[in-house]
């Protein structure tokens, strides 16, 4: 089980962090990503994290402002979000994938197990 929270509203410019915990399986297990549906829109890759934190993957539109991290310890992962747009509102997604040492997945339909979702809106 996955539960996504930190979104919130916030001004142009300023930051958030998102944090996805989760239960019931080893975390150190499953690779992680984070995705995003705006509204009208199709869910789109964020970021992705391989089990160990030791490889990531950013789409285009968030690489340098957005940094992906995990803490296995503590079954979460993150999302710190800084120099945010108004583009950037939509509610955001942490899932999970079993997978092999090492990987990334970017592809949604490889994703087993989501979160709920948190809504972030970015004020201009």
């Known amino acids: 089980q996955l539960q996504a929270y930190g979104g919130g509203l916030v001004q142009a410019g300023g930051s958030l962090r998102l944090s996805c915990a989760a239960s019931g399986r080893p975390f150190s297990n499953y690779a992680m990503g984070w995705f995003r549906q705006a509204p009208g829109k199709e869910r789109d890759f964020v970021a992705a994290i391989s089990r160990a934190g030791t490889v990531t993957n950013y789409a285009d539109s968030v690489k340098g402002r957005f940094s992906i991290s995990r803490d296995n310890a503590e079954n979460t992962g993150y999302l710190q979000m800084n120099s945010l747009k108004p583009e950037d509102t939509a509610v955001y997604y942490c899932?999970?994938?079993?997978?092999?040492?090492?990987?990334?997945?970017?592809?949604?339909?490889?994703?087993?197990?989501w979160g709920q979702g948190t809504q972030v809106t970015v004020s201009s």
């Open positions: 899932a999970a994938a079993r997978t092999v040492t090492g990987a990334v997945i970017i592809r949604e339909y490889e994703y087993a197990f």
